[in-house]
Structure formats: C-alpha cells, structure tokens
C-alpha cells in the first residue's frame, strides 16, 4: 500500500533545516543499526544546500560519515567545477567539509558528452553497489526532493519522456526549454525509497505546493512520487504552506 503523505509545516526556513537534519540523523541511525550502512540520494537547489551546510556545521547531529553513502537523484550535464553542478555544490557546501571516505561518494560523470551514456554508466554504479538482479530496483534509505516552479522535481519535468520511463533507473532527459539533457533517477527509483522528504520554503512556492498537494488532477510530476513502501514526507515553511488549507497538515 502506498502510504499518504507526512506535511509539516514550520514557522521558518532555518525550522525546517533543522527538523530535516534531525530525520537524516533519525534515519541514518536506525538503517546502520539494522543493515550497517546509511544510503541517501542528494537534490541540487539553494533549499537542500541549506540543509548540507547546516549537516556538515558543529551544530548538527552526530553522523557516522563513514557509513553514509551519498548518491545523486539528478545532475546537469555539465563537468563537477561548473557552478551549475549539484555534485559541486553539495561538496563545497558539505562533503569537503566532513570526514567522508571519498569511496562513500558516487557522482554522475556528466562531463561526458554522451549524455545517455553517462546515464547508463549511473544506472550500472547503482546496479553494481545495491547488487540489483535485473527488474529490481535500488531502495535509498533517504531520498532528498525539491519542488520546481512547474511542479518538477528531480529532473522530471512536465512533457518530457522520462515521465514514462518504469524499466530503466537513470535517463539523460531532454528539457527543450533549456536546451540540454538532465541525468536523472526515474520514478521507479524515487518510489522505492524507504523515505523520500521534500524540503519547500519560501512563498514563491506557495501555489505550486497548493496545486501538488491539494489538486490531484493537476497532473505534475512531483504528485508522482509515491513511495510504494515507504515514507512521504514534506517540510515546509509558513511562508510555502500558505495557500494549504489548515487540514491535514502539522
């Protein structure tokens, strides 16, 4: 059964950091405890670079990096020093700053010009570590999501073909209205998640998170992401949450 999804709404921005960082340590806990290893699927974005900043601060939770395995839900095709890089990012605002084995680390090479091949090359990485038998799916203990303007999330975004995609894990999908491929995990990834947490704050979003949460028929894709076994889980601010109506949400 899919589950329903967890809004909480929190009266600001750094909250919402906060309760984040406290799921992370929460989760990572209790998967090292059961299995020995803690799996997440990072997000780019200005709102998840809060949030690894604050990880990676004296202030945050204790973490056992050396058991964390980081992966990455979607990259631009651009090389890992170009500004828009989401490997980038998350390192200069997180990884460089912890003691993470750099063999806990597994980027998308989307330097390569073949932006379909370096998707496959990801799709094979995830194959090989999660020791995947053809069909199965890679289960993230965390997966981290944000909220596009459009309703997309991850690189899944409206019209584009990826939005079909359920056999393979990683596409190179191609967005006309910018012009390029985005490598990314397909839905099939996403939802077998033990925990997807969408992190929205700000008003800008605040009708668009309406839509996503509130008009079933709006057809989006982050309304999609539908953990089949598994948590949904949004944080938000006042500021995003403002245009919910006040039920079903805490």
């Given amino acids: 059964m899919k589950s ?3 809004i909480r709404v ?3 921005a750094n909250d919402v950091f906060r309760a984040a960082a406290n799921e992370w340590a929460t989760l990572s806990a209790e998967a090292i405890r059961t299995k ?3 799996t997440v699927a990072l997000s780019g974005g200005s709102t998840p670079r809060a949030l690894y900043a604050l990880l990676a601060s004296s202030s945050a939770p204790k973490l056992a990096w050396d058991r ?3 992966f990455w839900g979607d990259e631009r095709h651009v090389p890992p020093n170009d500004p828009e890089s989401n490997y980038r990012m998350v390192n200069e605002a997180m990884l460089s700053k912890v003691p993470v084995p750099a063999q806990n680390i597994f980027r998308i090479h989307a330097e390569e010009t073949d932006a ?4 496959s090359s990801y799709e094979r990485t995830l194959t090989e570590f999660f020791h995947l038998r053809p069909g199965e799916f890679p289960r993230f203990d965390l997966t981290l999501l944000g909220l596009g303007p459009d309703g997309h999330t991850a690189s899944l975004f409206p019209g584009t073909v990826a939005l079909e995609e359920n056999q393979r894990l990683v596409v190179a999908n191609w967005v006309a209205k910018f012009n390029t491929y985005r490598i990314t995990f397909t839905y099939p990834v996403l939802n ?3 925990c997807v947490m969408f992190l929205v704050t700000g008003k800008d979003k605040s009708e668009i998170l309406r839509e996503v949460l509130e008009n079933p028929g709006a057809n989006l894709p982050s ?3 539908r953990p089949t076994h598994g948590r949904l889980l949004w944080i938000v601010d006042r500021d995003a949450a403002s245009s919910l109506r006040s039920h079903g949400i805490r």
């Fill in 223 to 225: 309304q999609n992401v």
């Fill in 116 to 119: 379909p091949a370096a998707a």
């Fill in 192 to 194: 077998q998640s033990a």
């Fill in 68 to 70: 964390t395995f980081f």
């Fill in 36 to 38: 020995g290893n803690f």
């Fill in 10 to 12: 929190l009266d600001t």
């Fill in 4 to 6: 329903g999804p967890d």
